[in-house]
C-alpha cells in the first residue's frame, strides 16, 4: 500500500486500484465516484499523488503513467506517459518509487514535476527521470554505474523547490563508486549530473530535502551571509541501515549551491 495526502484529498493505493477520498464529505467519499484502475503489471509502491491532488502517478515495467484531476469530467484523466529509460538506455526498466513537487512556480508549467526512480531488469543499475506533468519537458535523465553485485535499487526519492534526493539500496560490495545518496538540482547547467553524492554504510531506506531559496522572501531577511552569497541552502536527511541490518544511521547534510536567480 502507498498512500498520499494533498489537502481535502487523501490518496493510498491497494492492490491494483488507487483511491482518492475528498475528506470535505461527510462520509469521505471517493473522486470521481470510483477508484482508479492502474491495470496490470503496477507496483502499488510506486504510486503518489501530488501535493496539491491534481496528479497522480503510477507505473511498471517499461511504463509510468500520469493522471490530472479534471473537474468538468469529475474524473483523474490520463494527461502524460512515458515508457522510461528503456530507449535510451536499453533493456528492461521496472518503476520503483515516484515523487512529485509543485516547486514554488505558481501556474508554470515547468513547476509541476514528476521525479522516477527506475531499476534495471538485473537490478544492477538505477535510473532517474524528472519530467514536467503538464509539458513533458524531461529535466533529468540518469543513470548510475552498474553494481558488480547486482544491488543497485532505489529505495526513496524526495524533491523540494527544484533539488531531487535519491536514496539507494547498498551491499557489502559496493564501494564509493556507486554513491548510495545522490543529490540534483533542476536549475543547473547540467541538471543530469548530480550536485552531491555520498556512499553511507548501507542502504539508504528514506531520504528527506528542504530547501531555503535564495530567490524567496522573506528568506532573505533572515539568512545573514548566506542571502548575501546567493545561494540555495539545501538540507538532505537520510537514513541508512547496515548491509546486515545490525544498526542505522541518520545523515544530515547542510548543502550550498550556487542560486538560479
Known amino acids: 500500500m502507498a498512500c498520499g495526502c494533498a489537502g ?5 493505493a ?5 483511491y482518492v477520498i475528498n475528506t470535505t464529505t461527510p462520509t469521505g467519499t471517493i473522486s470521481g465516484g470510483e477508484p482508479i484502475d492502474m491495470g496490470d503489471n503496477v507496483d502499488a509502491h510506486s504510486s503518489h499523488m501530488c501535493p496539491m491532488g491534481v496528479f497522480v502517478a503510477f507505473g511498471g515495467r517499461n511504463f509510468a503513467r500520469v493522471l490530472m484531476w479534471n473537474p468538468a469530467a469529475n474524473a483523474f484523466l490520463p494527461q502524460w506517459n512515458t515508457t522510461g529509460p528503456s530507449a535510451q538506455y536499453g533493456g528492461d526498466w521496472s518503476l520503483v518509487t515516484t515523487t512529485m513537487s509543485v516547486n514554488g512556480e505558481d501556474m508554470n508549467p515547468e513547476g509541476c514535476v514528476v521525479a522516477l526512480a527506475w531499476t534495471s531488469a538485473s537490478v544492477d543499475r538505477t535510473a532517474l527521470t524528472v ?14 554505474p ?3 553485485s547486482g544491488d543497485n535499487f532505489p529505495n526513496a526519492v524526495a524533491m523540494d523547490l527544484g533539488y531531487v534526493a535519491l536514496g539507494k539500496l547498498a551491499s557489502e560490495e559496493n564501494s564509493a563508486d556507486i554513491p548510495t545518496l545522490v543529490v540534483f538540482s533542476l536549475t543547473s547547467k547540467t541538471p543530469s549530473t548530480p550536485v552531491f553524492t555520498y556512499t553511507t554504510p548501507g542502504s539508504v531506506l528514506d531520504v528527506s530535502i528542504i530547501v531555503s531559496p535564495f530567490k524567496y522572501p522573506p528568506l532573505l ?3 545573514g551571509d548566506d542571502a548575501a552569497s546567493g545561494e540555495d ?29
Open 8 to 12: 481535502a484529498r487523501v490518496g493510498f
Open 14 to 18: 491497494f492492490g491494483q486500484k488507487y
Open 131 to 144: 519530467t514536467s506533468m503538464l509539458t513533458g519537458k524531461q529535466f533529468v535523465s540518469w543513470v548510475s
Open 146 to 148: 552498474s553494481s558488480a
Open 221 to 223: 531577511q533572515s539568512r
Open 233 to 261: 541552502l539545501v538540507w538532505v536527511a537520510a537514513a541508512s541501515t547496515a548491509t546486515d541490518a545490525s544498526s542505522g544511521d541518520l545523515d544530515v547534510f547542510r548543502l550550498r549551491f550556487a542560486a538560479a536567480v
